[in-house]
């Protein structure tokens, strides 16, 4: 049997009569550049994360960079994030000329440690015991916790420690946007949350998108200029800003995917309890969901000592796992000029080598989830 990590196919199919009429009526319309469809995605977006605000932008990098401008992240400052994620949390620090300054993740939930935040602006607010450390600490601007594989990261313990000493709160959402923390949904703690929707995300477009989404109209206003050239009045840029929209035909589509959102989260919550179910006995370590975070399961991820022949042994039999990520961000080689050497995070260098992401799409038939369940037991 061959599963795939992720079946975009039959969820077009399963709603292929409303994503075809969405598509035809912006086409009929021929209006593709932002529009009434992305000021209506906007809005619906805004709601649905529980902020004010949104501005449709052309990828989650694109979201990440336009905020961190507009925070005044630039030339010379430190972002403080994870190593464990994609790597397009880094590059839209260093994009911008500024350059991350990593912390390690919580072993449970693969998200940063804010204890280990703490730790980092303690010792080097004490003096440090070396001077790059306190260089290092007096040029932090910002923290981009990073909502990995759907989770929350524990955003009230980030968000009282950026508050004390003063820093922005980015949230990287994209994979986990009405993922929530203590009733909150991600993208409402900090400053802004960046949104993805490239099309494997749990709301995904047929293409590149982003969105910002924040409480902050100011913010928001800028990064609306910044998205066409800097520019609020035709052809007067008030400054040098990006070509950088969402599409009518992606809004379109993603007004449609949104509205099954949350029934799609209880079909992928139903599979992740039947994995739970079974997976612990073979000794396998399943997903830990903190406590007051909803887990939306954009990935179901676990993590095994004999991760690389268990992947092989799956894909052997026609099941599409995944690592997400083999290589933690202070390893990779554009970024070997800050620093940073083996060892020196270690809960996220083991997780490099542990975790494995299993098919978990609402779409999954019972016959097929049996077979992942039976398969992997099966390795055991
Ligand atoms: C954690 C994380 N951050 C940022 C991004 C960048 O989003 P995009 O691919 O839309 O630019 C992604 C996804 O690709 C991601 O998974």
Same mark, same amino acid.
């Given at each position: 049997?061959?599963?795939? $990590?992720?079946? $975009?196919?039959?969820?077009?199919?399963?709603?292929?009569?409303?994503? /075809?009429?969405?598509?035809?009526?912006?086409?009929?319309?021929?209006?593709?550049?932002?529009?009434?469809?992305?000021?209506?995605?906007?809005?619906?977006?805004?709601?649905?994360?529980?902020?004010?605000?949104?501005?449709?932008?052309?990828?989650?990098?694109?979201?990440?960079?336009?905020? $961190?401008?507009?925070?005044?992240?630039?030339?010379?400052?430190?972002?403080? +994030?994870?190593?464990?994620?994609?790597?397009?949390?880094?590059?839209?620090?260093?994009?911008?000329?500024?350059?991350?300054?990593?912390?390690?993740? /919580?072993?449970?939930?693969?998200?940063?440690?804010?204890?280990?935040?703490?730790? $980092?602006?303690?010792? +080097?607010?004490?003096?440090?015991?070396?001077?790059?450390?306190? /260089?290092?600490?007096?040029?932090?601007?910002?923290?981009?916790?990073?909502?990995?594989?759907?989770?929350?990261?524990?955003?009230?313990?980030?968000?009282?420690?950026?508050?004390?000493?003063?820093?922005?709160?980015?949230?990287?959402?994209?994979?986990?946007?009405?993922?929530?923390?203590?009733?909150?949904?991600?993208?409402?703690?900090?400053?802004?949350?960046?949104?993805?929707?490239?099309?494997?995300?749990?709301?995904?477009?047929?293409?590149?998108?982003?969105?910002?989404?924040?409480?902050?109209?100011?913010?928001?206003?800028?990064?609306?200029?910044?998205?066409?050239?800097?520019?609020?009045?035709?052809?007067?840029?008030?400054?040098?800003?990006?070509?950088?929209?969402?599409?009518?035909?992606?809004?379109?589509?993603?007004?449609?995917?949104?509205?099954?959102?949350?029934?799609?989260?209880?079909?992928?919550?139903?599979?992740?309890?039947?994995?739970?179910?079974?997976?612990?006995?073979?000794?396998?370590?399943?997903?830990?969901?903190?406590?007051?975070? +909803?887990?939306?399961?954009?990935?179901? +991820?676990?993590?095994?000592?004999?991760? /690389?022949?268990?992947?092989?042994?799956?894909?052997?039999?026609?099941?599409?796992?995944?690592?997400?990520?083999?290589?933690?961000?202070?390893?990779?080689?554009?970024?070997?000029?800050?620093?940073?050497?083996?060892?020196?995070?270690?809960?996220?260098?083991?997780?490099?080598?542990?975790?494995?992401?299993?098919?978990?799409?609402?779409?999954?038939?019972?016959?097929?989830?049996?077979?992942?369940?039976?398969?992997?037991?099966?390795?055991?």
């Amino acid at each position: 049997m061959d599963i795939p $990590l992720l079946d $975009l196919k039959a969820q077009y199919r399963s709603i292929k009569d409303k994503i /075809d009429e969405a598509l035809t009526r912006v086409v009929e319309s021929q209006q593709f550049i932002l529009s009434r469809e992305v000021d209506g995605l906007e809005r619906e977006i805004a709601d649905y994360c529980g902020v004010s605000e949104a501005a449709g932008v052309a990828s989650g990098t694109d979201a990440l960079i336009t905020v $961190l401008r507009v925070l005044g992240v630039g030339q010379g400052d430190r972002v403080i +994030t994870t190593p464990f994620t994609f790597f397009a949390t880094a590059e839209a620090v260093s994009a911008l000329g500024a350059k991350p300054l990593f912390v390690d993740i /919580d072993p449970e939930t693969y998200n940063i440690d804010p204890e280990k935040i703490d730790e $980092l602006l303690q010792d +080097t607010g004490h003096g440090g015991s070396l001077d790059f450390a306190r /260089d290092k600490r007096n040029a932090v601007k910002a923290i981009i916790p990073v909502h990995l594989y759907g989770q929350c990261a524990d955003m009230s313990r980030v968000m009282e420690i950026a508050d004390r000493y003063g820093l922005k709160v980015i949230e990287d959402c994209a994979q986990a946007i009405g993922a929530s923390h203590n009733g909150s949904r991600a993208g409402s703690f900090g400053a802004a949350g960046a949104l993805s929707f490239f099309p494997s995300k749990n709301l995904g477009g047929f293409g590149d998108g982003g969105m910002v989404v924040s409480s902050d109209r100011s913010l928001i206003e800028h990064i609306k200029k910044l998205r066409v050239h800097g520019s609020r009045q035709q052809y007067i840029h008030e400054e040098i800003g990006y070509n950088s929209r969402l599409d009518s035909l992606q809004a379109a589509i993603l007004r449609v995917k949104l509205k099954e959102l949350d029934a799609w989260f209880e079909g992928r919550r139903a599979i992740a309890a039947r994995y739970d179910e079974v997976f612990p006995s073979a000794g396998i370590t399943t997903p830990k969901v903190a406590g007051g975070n +909803t887990h939306t399961y954009h990935q179901y +991820t676990i993590a095994v000592d004999e991760r /690389d022949e268990l992947l092989r042994y799956l894909n052997d039999k026609g099941i599409a796992a995944r690592v997400y990520y083999p290589v933690p961000l202070h390893l990779q080689p554009c970024y070997r000029d800050l620093g940073y050497s083996g060892g020196e995070f270690p809960v996220s260098e083991k997780a490099a080598g542990r975790v494995l992401s299993l098919p978990v799409y609402p779409e999954l038939t019972e016959e097929q989830v049996e077979y992942i369940i039976q398969t992997v037991k099966g390795f055991y």
